[in-house]
Nanobody, 127 residues
Framework: QVQLVESGGGLVQAGGSLRLSCAAS????????MGWFRQAPGKEREFVSA????????YYADSVKGRFTISRDNAQNTVYLQMNGLKPEDTAVYYC????????????????????WGQGTQVTVSS
């Protein structure tokens, strides 16, 4: 298992920026990919972005493409989500997730591919 701890959430005005961090510990050597999901009030959790641990390949949801950037620090076992141009509709609890079994190659960017989850960090964007 991998333990994940997110940080960096907060309150920001529309157009502002935040950077989320997710520190991983435990069986990090088996990580295939890490991702970010978010859940807004009254809505289902949705995929935001993912990064493949071996080659750094990235993927984004259309709603954040061009505004958000995911990156990783292999030595620190940390993944980041730089969020620029934030909009009120980006308000949500953001969750970090890890795939340590290669499930992403079967399930794609679905929640089912990620077996380890953080506790979430709140991002609030005011208009």
């Amino acid at each position: 298992q991998v333990q994940l701890v997110e940080s960096g959430g907060g309150l920001v005005q529309a157009g502002g920026s935040l950077r989320l961090s997710c520190a991983a510990s435990g069986r990090t050597f088996s990580t295939s990919a890490m991702g970010w999901f978010r859940q807004a009030p009254g809505k289902e959790r949705e995929f935001v972005s993912a990064i493949y641990w071996s080659n750094g390949g990235t993927y984004y949801a259309d709603s954040v493409k061009g505004r958000f950037t995911i990156s990783r620090d292999n030595a620190q076992n940390t993944v980041y989500l730089q969020m620029n141009g934030l909009k009120p509709e980006d308000t949500a609890v953001y969750y970090c997730a890890a795939d340590t079994t290669g499930s992403i190659y079967r399930w794609g960017y679905r929640e089912a591919a990620f077996g380890s989850w953080g506790q979430g960090t709140q991002v609030t964007v005011s208009s």
